[in-house]
């Protein structure tokens, strides 16, 4: 792991000023990015720590739904009682991801911008345009059986492994974001993942120095809720569909 500075930010506002620098990385739960960082995937030279942001709260919203803070834990929101009776697929989704010691830590916010799996993405010593763009993409040959069959390109053919996420596209989600002015967006989850193509290194529409401050889910949909992971074993497991 190579050196790195390592701040506290106390607002929304001073958190995305201090990622809009070069090199500056957001953390909270940190789940994804410390193995990242261990591997030399990913090398910050400034960790902005947003634990103290008063972010982690699941609140009703006008219209009947929920919106659910950047930094509300995996587990939190997976046995939140009005997730788990009006929000099936969600907390369903969540529970197929990770084990408890992760949905612990996890939060809703980094959840959604987790970093791919891909064999190759985490060897560095492989070619990876999601890594190193332009260097080609090892996957494309190689052990791709856990790859992506649609929304691929000849650049990446990686996938995203969020179970959560998945859940938040069917129920029809928007992710809240600010940015260093203290101006808001809302973004439909629909739009907010972006595929391959030819960028595949830029994976949501995410703006420098934006954060994610919420998700917000609208009124649940009627019916039964089923959220169906394929994969190799019955835990611990990544997604194969």
Do not use: W
């Amino acid at each position: 792991m190579k050196a790195f500075t390592y701040q506290r930010a106390d607002t929304t506002a001073q958190a995305a000023a201090a990622a809009v620098k070069p090199g500056a990385k957001i953390i909270a739960g940190g789940t994804n990015l410390l193995d990242l960082m261990k591997l030399q995937v990913e090398t910050p030279s400034t960790l902005v720590d947003i634990n103290r942001l008063p972010l982690d709260k699941i609140e009703e919203t006008s219209d009947g739904g929920l919106r659910v803070g950047a930094l509300v834990r995996n587990s939190d929101l997976a046995a939140d009682p009005r997730v788990r009776q009006r929000y099936g697929v969600l907390s369903r989704a969540l529970l197929a991801g990770a084990s408890a010691q992760l949905r612990n830590k996890a939060t809703t916010g980094g959840n959604l911008l987790q970093r791919t799996r891909c064999y190759y993405f985490y060897d560095v010593t492989k070619p990876c345009n999601k890594r190193s763009p332009g260097s080609g993409c090892a996957a494309l040959a190689g052990f791709n059986r856990i790859h992506a069959i649609l929304g691929t390109s000849d650049h990446c053919i990686a996938t995203h492994p969020s179970d959560m996420a998945v859940a938040m596209r069917a129920l029809d989600a928007k992710v809240e974001t600010v940015n260093g002015e203290g101006e808001a967006r809302v973004i439909p989850i629909a739009e907010f993942y972006r595929l391959p193509g030819k960028t595949p290194e830029i994976e949501t529409s995410l703006k420098s120095g934006e954060i994610i401050t919420a998700v917000t889910l609208p009124p649940p949909p009627p019916g039964v809720h089923v959220y169906r992971k394929v994969r190799d074993r019955a835990s611990y497991a990544f997604a194969l569909v």
